[in-house]
């Protein structure tokens, strides 16, 4: 019997396989170990492979399109109802299977190797930003702990450890000096290497068309457009600029029934890195916005004079995504809101 779908479960080393017929007969459900897992889709004839998006199915992706396999990828969230009972690689092969058939289900587009380049520099850079803020409270703490108080902002964490490396030390005892000296170190490392990766990323914005276009409306910088390139690319494979938002978790979490609508607190379901980008963007824009009134448009004036500052600037962030996905589908420029 010919193979027409195929529920590929991901792992490091042994893959399971779960075939089945255009009739939904199982042909088979074996493991298969990596190196042989090509070489088994190459005797295949072209039929659906459906994947759960995760780490390495980007790289399976792209490799079986190549032997002439549909590829799709689905949020493992989408997958979990149709797994029966247990969890066994054979049930996760069978659900996937199942759920990659459904005409609702929604797939994941498959990223190219220059997206999850620029996407590693953006994750090496997210990590020592969160690194160099452990590092910043850990020596304030310590200074704290002698009675010793910084002000507040990264900017001061950086003058102070520049003078203590340059033999300004505060009033402590040598052992603690030293174990501040080690963390000031630490701490101006990872300066410098956020400062580096943020010109990589920079440099990445500036010669892509798509990113420079993004780069012109208000709140979005070269790290937020690139960020934006490199993960949706030209953003058609969302149907409107709300599914994009919705996508970036920006919409608000319905729980409506028996008629009446009740609208929560944003869903927070999609992608972390970008909504945050976007949220710290528009919170910029904000604080500009209060600071010089006649330099914004009329409807950023009016949400954040009628709203509450945060809920203003998270609805900014929901209009940018609408916007941004107007820009790259149909490669418009940005234009101000009338109103």
Same mark, same amino acid.
């Given at each position: ?9 991901? %792992? ?5 396989? &779960? ?38 199915? &980007? ?9 002439? &396999?549909?590829?799709? =990828? ?15 690689? #054979?049930?996760? %092969? /069978?659900?996937?299977?199942? $759920? ?13 190797? /220059?997206?999850? $380049? ?7 850079? @997210?990590?020592?930003?969160? *690194? ?46 030293? !174990?501040?000296?080690? *963390? ?19 440099? &990445? #914005?500036?010669?892509?068309?798509? %990113?420079?276009?993004? !780069? ?13 390139? #490199? ?11 709300? @599914? ?49 009134? /006649? ?16 809920? %203003? ?14 820009? =790259?589908?149909?490669?418009? /420029? ?6």
């Amino acid at each position: 019997m010919t193979v027409k779908t195929v529920g590929l479960d991901l %792992a490091k080393d042994v893959f399971q396989v &779960h075939g089945i017929s255009e009739n939904g007969r199982v042909i088979f459900n074996k493991a298969i170990k990596r190196a042989k897992l090509l070489a088994f889709f190459e005797a295949l004839p072209p039929c659906t492979v459906g994947m759960e998006a995760c780490g390495s199915s &980007h790289h399976w992706g792209r490799a079986l399109r190549k032997l002439g &396999h549909d590829v799709k =990828l689905m949020p493992a969230g989408y997958v979990k109802p149709y797994v029966k009972r247990g969890k066994t690689d #054979a049930v996760d %092969a /069978e659900a996937i299977c199942e $759920a990659v058939r459904r005409p609702t289900m929604r797939f994941v587009e498959i990223k190219t190797e /220059e997206q999850q $380049a620029i996407l590693s520099l953006h994750r090496t850079r @997210d990590l020592a930003v969160r *690194q160099r803020t452990q590092m910043a409270n850990m020596i304030r703490s310590l200074l704290r702990e002698f009675g010793h108080i910084l002000p507040i902002g990264i900017e001061a964490v950086t003058a102070f450890a520049k003078r203590h490396l340059g033999g300004d030390h505060p009033d402590m005892p040598e052992i603690a000096n030293g !174990m501040l000296g080690i *963390q000031c170190y630490q701490f101006i490392g990872l300066n410098e290497r956020i400062e580096g990766y943020s010109k990589m990323i920079e440099q &990445h #914005a500036l010669v892509n068309a798509d %990113a420079r276009r993004l !780069m012109r409306m208000p709140g979005i910088g070269p790290i937020t457009a690139s960020a934006i390139v #490199a993960t949706i690319g030209d953003a058609k494979q969302f149907r409107t600029g709300r @599914d994009l938002a919705a996508w970036l978790g920006l919409t608000p979490l319905n729980k409506s029934s028996g008629g009446k609508e009740r609208l929560g607190k944003i869903t927070k379901q999609g992608d972390r890195y970008i909504r945050k980008l976007l949220v710290v963007g528009m919170t910029s824009r904000a604080v500009m916005a209060k600071r010089s009134p /006649e330099k914004v448009d009329l409807w950023t004036a009016k949400i954040i004079a009628d709203k509450p500052f945060r809920l %203003a600037t998270t609805a900014m962030a929901n209009k940018a995504a609408r916007s941004i996905w107007a820009m =790259l589908t149909k490669k418009q /420029e940005y234009r101000q809101p009338a109103f």
